[in-house]
Nanobody, 128 residues
């Protein structure tokens, strides 16, 4: 088992920034590709960003490209999502995810129903 705990959410004005963190415990963190997903009220959970086990490969949803940055620190067992230039449409519950190691990171965006471990989620509200 891998336990994931998100932190850093909250209320921010449009154009502002937030930094989400995910602390992992349990099995070997460095073996897992990691990702962030989000779910807005009344909508399905959607992919935001992913990072390979080494941190050398990243993928982003089109909505996140150029504004969000995913990173990881394997020694500390953390993954972060730096979000800049936030928009009201970024308002959602954000979830940290540990994907199955046997899948390539490029497939994470299409397998929301097959992710191995989820955090409990944290709310991000972008509003004036």
């Amino acid at each position: 088992q891998v336990q994931l705990v998100e932190s850093g959410g909250g209320l921010v004005q449009p154009g502002g920034s937030l930094r989400l963190s995910c602390a992992a415990s349990g099995r070997t963190f460095s073996a897992y590709p990691m990702g962030w997903f989000r779910q807005a009220p009344g909508k399905e959970r959607e992919f935001v960003a992913a990072i390979s086990w080494s941190g050398g490969i990243t993928y982003y949803a089109d909505s996140a490209k150029g504004r969000f940055t995913i990173s990881r620190h394997n020694a500390n067992q953390t993954v972060t999502l730096q979000m800049n230039s936030l928009k009201p449409e970024d308002t959602a519950v954000y979830y940290c995810a540990a994907d199955r190691p046997e899948y390539h990171i490029s497939t994470m965006s299409t397998r929301v129903g097959d992710i191995e471990f989820w955090g409990q989620g944290i709310m991000v509200t972008v509003s004036a």
